[in-house]
């Protein structure tokens, strides 16, 4: 069965801080990975990686995707309050539309 | 502006009755998908339509019908059959299949 995890489930972290989000997947027909971030209501679309080892950057966000260990992480440097939100990574088949959700992690930025 | 819009954005049912959510999309993507959105577990896949007048169910499909008569819109019938209706229910929008999906606000559905 066809299965995206993400860790940690939530975090606490002060403004200015680094954080690492993580998202290990197993997805028959693999094709990319997709991170999103959720505040209240619509996620919006952050990043798409379809390649191994290059990195995706935007402002203080970043992402990579390692395909052989099967895994991708989310860094976001020098945080702050409105980087609160849940952050969902997704991973897609190839030729479907098939999207396969982890349940996000929660994060909280303290001012 | 471009994008998604459901509505309502909050949708109270009694139980037995069936309740349609509203999806349109500006976009012009050929993609559209149902997701619903429940505490402590991932987006589901409810239903999703590839172009006009096709539509393919997803994960969790029992208890839901859809149309796709015009490429912009995509209604979510939730019917009396759907034994735990109450979730948040997500529209989404993709130009094809291998691209990003865009998200809608959501409608938040409770049973009373």
């Known amino acids: 069965e066809d299965k995206v995890v993400q860790s940690p489930l939530s975090l606490v972290v002060h403004e200015g801080d680094t954080v690492t989000l993580n998202c290990s997947y197993e997805?028959?027909?693999?094709?990319?990975l997709l991170w999103y971030k959720q505040e209240k209501k619509a996620p919006t679309f952050l990043f798409m990686l379809t390649s191994s080892g290059i990195e995706k950057k935007s402002g203080r966000l970043s992402s990579i995707l390692d395909k052989k260990e099967l895994f991708s992480i989310l860094n976001i440097t020098a945080t702050q309050t409105g980087d609160s939100a849940v952050y969902l990574c997704a991973g897609k088949t190839s030729g479907t539309y098939k999207y396969i959700f982890g349940t996000g992690t929660r994060l909280k930025v303290l001012a | 502006d471009g994008g998604i819009t459901q509505s309502p954005k909050y949708l109270f049912r009694k139980e037995g009755q069936n309740v349609t959510l509203s999806c349109e999309q500006n976009?012009?993507?050929?993609?559209m998908y149902w997701y619903r959105q429940d505490p402590g577990q991932g987006l589901r896949l409810i239903y999703y339509s590839q172009i006009v007048n096709d539509f393919q169910k997803g994960d969790i499909a029992e208890g839901y019908s859809v149309s796709r008569e015009k490429k912009e819109s995509f209604p979510l019938t939730v019917t009396s059959a759907q034994k735990n209706p109450t979730a948040f229910y997500l529209c989404?929008?993709?130009?094809?299949?291998?691209?990003?999906?865009?998200f809608g606000q959501g409608t938040r559905l409770t049973v009373v």
């Open positions: 976009l012009n993507h050929d993609a």
């Open positions: 997805v028959t027909n693999f094709r990319s």
């Open positions: 989404a929008s993709s130009i094809h299949r291998d691209t990003e999906a865009f």
